[in-house]
């Protein structure tokens, strides 16, 4: 009921966002030269204007055509952390999209709990709007996701946790999505502004077979800030705060008495291993409902950009530090923390009627999860769970980093006729775990994606055609296990067992991650002003495909992508 609250209450903020385009929206449409015209009077106000044409036809040459995605990633501040930068920085009155889309995914070369055969399908719309004092953004989202023979994890996010859950059982899963978005950006003074953020998502994960699971998540990201501007240079700080709960249920409900196995991987695929009701699963535990799950973040980003004619330098900076728990009501199985750095730059120089773009990123991650050390005990009558202590089981720093440059030719009115890119993207993520002292186990995993591609609009009748195409090279390598000893250790010690793995799943995963690919994308989109106001109706067409080499433990070499989508922008 709580959630169903945050939602209706989330929601509504956003449809006043969007309630605030469609008016905004109108306003444009009868707008005379300088002139801005309320929607109640529209006709006499246009009639005023020394450029007022009563002909449809005439409406339809002067309404423009945005390319939504190119505005924006061509400034820095549209994706910015801090709201505060959108004042400012839409540059544009307004430009929005509202999109139905299709997706159809084949082929067995797929992570360990992903599906070989399945579908999605949503709606989807976003806004950028600029008037005098503020500016808006906001987003609203739902996708429906279904998945056959899916196995693996049943987390919904796998990867985002310092853990993992797998069951064996392949089966269909089904995904529903909620996301909700909006900020604001508005003037305080003539060179201060403020801004709010809200970014809300809300999922529902099933499994329609033994072992069956359910799933349900919360993502909260709340961000506050400032921008101040000088002559030339603007300099930005804001506070972050993100919550995000997830809660597992599982059971099994036919009647062939068939013991469903699981495995819980607490790092570098060691860990427990045994039916799911077992208590190292921690899904059956007494008093507590499923395996609750609970992070928080809290942390700061601050911007610098330098701007001047036909030049823009955009730099963001941010620390955000992540807690994360495994359990509740007192009984905590495992607790986590992370360092998260990150930098993000979009560099612009305009020649003319041409635009050339570099944009970076960079992020660092240092997470460490400890495990406790409980006991029930019987204090005064009332049984209690008692934390004895805890231990490091396991370490990870992982390393994302990207450049890409792009050329947009005649881009001044904002719909690049034609765009060409080139980029390259690096990962690693190394991990160590020590769950039976003085033991370790450790991977090492990295990866290297160069990209090239390019857009080209075309005019046909009184519409556009946009055709994309990229291609991509990926490959990687490391080691998928490495055996060895804390440094404390005694070196004459008796070698011990350790704890149990699976390495079947480690060597997919790392096989998945370093394999040597090539990737292939197309795209076609039309798109033709309809009816009296000349709305722009789309559609899109688009198919990826990817092509892998040799391979020992992941299942298949292809995959492949298709995507459908019909909107309009307004």
Not at 318 to 335: A, D, F, L, N, Q
Not at 348 to 353: C, D, K, P
Request: net charge positive.
């Amino acid at each position: 009921m709580i959630r169903i609250r945050r939602y209706i209450a989330v929601l509504s903020v956003t449809l006043a966002v969007t309630a605030v385009g469609f008016t905004a929206s109108a306003q444009k449409r009868h707008r005379g030269r300088g002139t801005e015209c309320p929607v109640s009077d529209t006709r006499k106000c246009r009639e005023k204007s020394p450029k007022f044409r009563p002909s449809v036809q005439a409406e339809r040459k002067e309404k423009p055509l945005y390319d939504f995605d190119y505005i924006a990633r061509s400034d820095g501040w549209l994706t910015s952390y801090n709201a505060a930068g959108l004042h400012g920085a839409v540059p544009v009155p307004g430009v929005s999209y509202a999109e139905a889309y299709f997706g159809k995914q084949n082929g067995r070369f797929i992570n360990y709990w992903e599906s070989d055969d399945s579908y999605d399908f949503g709606l989807k719309t976003e806004s950028f709007r600029r008037f005098e004092k503020v500016s808006f953004y906001g987003k609203m989202q739902y996708r429906y996701f279904r998945g056959q023979h899916m196995s693996g994890s049943i987390l919904l996010n796998p990867g985002d946790r310092p853990f993992d859950l797998v069951e064996f059982t392949p089966g269909t899963k089904t995904r529903e999505q909620y996301i909700l978005s909006g900020g604001v950006g508005f003037l305080l003074t003539k060179k201060l502004t403020g801004g709010l953020r809200i970014d809300y998502e809300a999922d529902n994960y099933a499994k329609r077979k033994d072992l069956r699971h359910s799933n349900t998540m919360m993502d909260l990201n709340l961000s506050a800030g400032f921008v101040y501007r000088f002559a030339a240079v603007e300099l930005g700080a804001n506070y972050l705060y993100r919550k995000n709960t997830e809660r597992v249920l599982c059971e099994q409900i036919g009647t062939t008495g068939e013991n469903y196995d699981m495995f819980f991987n607490k790092g570098v695929w060691f860990g427990e291993k045994g039916l799911w009701t077992g208590n190292g699963m921690h899904l059956n535990e007494p008093g507590i409902s499923g395996l609750p799950m609970k992070d928080s973040e809290q942390g700061a980003a601050l911007q610098i950009a330098f701007r001047s004619r036909g030049f823009r330098f955009f730099n963001e900076f941010t620390y955000r530090y992540r807690k994360g728990e495994t359990g509740e009501k007192g009984t905590i199985w495992t607790h986590s923390g992370s360092d998260v750095l990150e930098y993000r730059g979009v560099m612009s120089v305009a020649h003319r009627r041409n635009v050339h773009l570099i944009r970076g990123n960079f992020r660092y991650v240092n997470l460490k999860n400890n495990e406790n050390v409980l006991r029930s005990e019987n204090i005064g009558g009332v049984v209690q769970t008692v934390i004895y202590g805890s231990r490091q089981i396991y370490r990870q720093r992982a390393v994302n980093a990207g450049l890409e440059y792009e050329f947009d030719w005649k881009a001044d009115r904002y719909n690049p006729v034609m765009s060409l890119r080139a980029g390259a993207d690096y990962y690693n993520r190394s991990g160590i775990g020590s769950l039976v002292f003085p033991y370790t186990r450790s991977q090492y995993v990295e990866n290297v994606r160069v990209h090239i591609g390019a857009d080209r609009n075309f005019r046909v009748g009184r519409g556009w055609l946009k055709c994309s195409v990229e291609l991509a090279c990926h490959t990687g390598g490391g080691s998928p296990l490495d055996e060895g000893q804390t440094a404390s250790s005694v070196p004459d010690m008796e070698p011990g067992v350790y704890a149990a793995g699976n390495e079947e799943y480690r060597n997919y995963e790392y096989e998945y991650l370093a394999a040597t690919r090539g990737e292939l994308s197309l795209g076609v989109r039309y798109t033709r002003p309809v009816g009296r106001i000349a709305l722009p109706v789309y559609g899109d067409l688009g198919w990826s495909g990817v092509h892998a080499g040799k391979l020992d433990w992941v299942a298949g070499r292809n995959r492949s992508v298709f995507a459908l989508a019909i909107g309009c922008q307004f």
